[in-house]
């Protein structure tokens, strides 16, 4: 019954996959073009000093160890290098040259610690540790949103000259739009399984990733499915009820829910400054992207991500949906030829 | 066994009334034509009866019961202006009509693009307002639908489509299916209806089967001597539906009995009595514009 929305996600998803595409086919020329950097010889290469005496060697697990000492310096590296499966990197110096602000970072698949035993410092530096969910749905949720703004109108479209169509079918209107929303929200999760497919494929270009769903992962992905639907939910409520201004409507919706988002951070300094504050605070809380961030600010400015009032913003999320949804559904029974 | 009754259908939007109080019984295996000036609630009045609009008032039945979405697996429908989808080709839509009706014939509706030459590869947005028009009428025909409601059907067509679309009718009708459709074009209703129904202003002014409304209607013209002339009561016959008083010049505008009438003017002296046959044009522009009409009727000068 609702092959027109069938196509709409079909063309949508193509769209997707081809800007998804053009990332991955940029990661490929970008692996090209590092391929030569990425071997340990390479570096030694590059860095060699000449006190510095290089040894190889094969462990059992096939892993190609290389170490680099150098007397002299009171320096010692060790790299495994797994191959897909990344490097462990140990490297052993004078407390006195090692860098100071590195005690732990942790920045995609590569984490680094450090570690001072007397006047030695050790640092590890491990390039296929588990990579954060919370960074594939970051991107996942953009393109999650944009479509789901691009997709947000499949009644309002319908109502804008395809009524005697849409309407003449065998099915009653609610389910007409229940099976049409629906499909876009097939088309939502998709964008955002896309999304996180291509990012794999990337980062599977220079390591195998393992990916972390623990904790705030599995947050940001609950988060990451919910928002951009609730989003696309509350602008089918809106084109529904303003049927032919849709295109008006999806083309503005980001950029007033921005603008908004910024007008609730205004310093209330004085009484027209209080009064824009509190009105787009109040606007904002219709907003189901507010609800978003996974960040918590403490008492003393700083940011955790601890799963503060996660819960109350996740049952947001999903009440938004239905709420929304069931009212562009409410105004879909209404609507005249 | 009537398949559509529509019972005191009102449709108020705001203060206009686009329908007042229409009932229509819409038999079985016939070809019913919808007749109206531009404005006069043709429209209206299908899209209430798919509904597609909410009547104010009144009901419509099929087959005796009320409409329901099930209903649409019977029933077809060609709106007046086009409601594809411009950036879907001709053969998607071919396809959406196959997935949403269970009877709906995939071979009978390339067929039928073939017979108005559209090729089913090309995007909608790409044709003209005519091919649309026949795509349209191709899914609706391809439906094997027990009731088609073709609004304009033949808009934009070229002569011999049209011609085709009226064959389809006439086709459905004597399969034991129910046709209504609307045109402006008199000719097409006249050549392919059995039953009209005029509808003027949102009511209904006429309706009947056309040869009955043909055959039995009639102006009876009466030139009399001087202006002084009087009718000793044939303006009350109630056979007459109309009387025009130009001058020396006396037009009726009869229901039945027109020789009857003829001789009762001439033996209210009249020296020349004409009966004048009407075609469904005349028809249909006294319904909706008695005075014009008869004016026009007898300027052509159509004697018997």
Redesign the interface.
């Known amino acids: 019954m609702n092959y027109v929305e069938w196509l709409r996600i079909r063309n949508c998803l193509r769209v997707v996959a081809i800007i998804l595409a053009i990332f991955v086919l940029l990661a490929v020329v970008l692996r090209v073009s590092v391929a030569r950097y990425m071997s340990p010889d390479a570096w030694i290469e590059h860095f060699h000093d000449p006190g510095t005496t290089v040894s190889h060697v094969v462990l059992p697990d096939g892993t190609k160890r290389t170490i680099l000492d150098n007397a002299a310096e009171q320096t010692h590296v060790v790299i495994d290098d797994r191959g897909q499966q990344g490097k462990h990197i140990v490297v052993t110096e004078p407390t006195a040259r090692a860098h100071t602000d590195t005690k732990h970072v942790n920045v995609g698949s590569i984490q680094v610690q450090e570690s001072r035993h007397g006047s030695l410092t050790t640092t590890t530096i491990d390039t296929n540790g588990s990579v954060p969910m919370l960074y594939y749905m970051a991107f996942a949720d953009l393109f999650a949103i944009v479509i789901g703004t691009f997709l947000a109108a499949p009644l309002a479209r319908e109502i804008d000259g395809h009524l005697e169509v849409s309407l003449t079918k065998p099915v009653s209107r609610a389910r007409f739009a229940v099976g049409a929303i629906g499909i876009d929200v097939l088309g939502i999760l998709g964008t955002s399984l896309l999304t996180v497919v291509a990012l794999y494929i990337c980062q599977l270009l220079f390591e195998t990733p393992s990916l972390d769903f623990s904790g705030i992962n599995a947050r940001a992905i609950a988060m990451g499915i919910a928002s951009p639907l609730a989003w696309y939910a509350l602008l089918c409520a809106l084109t529904t009820w303003l049927n032919r201004s849709w295109i008006g409507v999806l083309a503005a919706a980001l950029p007033i829910a921005g603008v908004v988002g910024i007008l609730t951070l205004l310093p209330t300094q004085n009484v027209i400054a209080l009064f824009i504050h509190d009105t787009a605070w109040v606007i904002s809380r219709l907003n189901p992207l507010s609800y978003v961030s996974m960040a918590v600010p403490s008492d003393d400015g700083t940011v955790s991500y601890r799963p503060d009032n996660f819960g109350l913003r996740f049952t947001l999320e999903v009440m938004f949906f239905v709420v929304y949804g069931a009212i562009a559904v409410w105004r879909w029974q209404r609507v005249e030829a | 066994m009537n398949d559509i009754t529509i019972s005191h259908l009102r449709k108020v939007y705001g203060t206009t009334v686009a329908v007042d109080d229409v009932s229509l019984e819409i038999p079985s295996a016939s070809v019913f034509g919808v007749l109206g000036p531009n404005g006069a609630g043709k429209t209206t009045t299908f899209?209430c009866l798919?509904?597609?609009?909410?009547p104010t008032s009144g009901t419509i039945l099929f087959g005796g019961k009320p409409l329901e979405?099930?209903?649409?697996?019977r029933?077809a429908?060609v709106?007046e202006r086009s409601?594809?989808?411009d950036w879907?080709t001709v053969a998607?839509h071919v396809?959406?009509t196959r997935?949403?009706?269970t009877s709906f014939d995939h071979k009978r509706a390339h067929e039928l693009l073939g017979m108005f030459h559209i090729d089913p590869r090309r995007r909608v947005r790409v044709l003209s307002k005519g091919m649309k028009t026949a795509v349209m009428v191709a899914l609706a025909f391809a439906r094997n639908a027990e009731i088609l409601v073709l609004d304009e059907p033949t808009g934009g067509l070229d002569p011999i489509n049209q011609r085709h679309v009226l064959s389809l009718m006439i086709n459905e009708a004597a399969k034991g299916n129910s046709v209504v459709f609307s045109s402006h074009q008199i000719g097409q209703v006249e050549r392919a209806a059995e039953q009209i129904a005029v509808i003027d202003c949102g009511r209904l002014v006429l309706e009947g089967l056309v040869d009955d409304l043909k055959g039995d209607r009639k102006i009876v013209e009466g030139i009399f001597p001087d202006t002084t002339f009087t009718l000793d009561g044939i303006a009350n016959d109630a056979r007459v539906a109309r009387s025009d008083r130009t001058e020396r010049i006396l037009r009726l505008m009869v229901t039945a009995g027109a020789n009857d009438i003829a001789a009762k003017l001439t033996a209210a002296g009249a020296m020349g009595v004409r009966v004048l046959d009407l075609n469904l044009e005349d028809i249909f522009l006294y319904a909706v514009s008695p005075a014009t009409a008869t004016t026009d009727i007898v300027a052509k000068g159509t004697t018997s």
């Open positions: 899209k798919l509904g597609l609009a909410r979405p099930a209903t649409f697996e029933i429908y709106p409601v594809l989808y879907m998607e396809e959406m997935r949403a009706f």
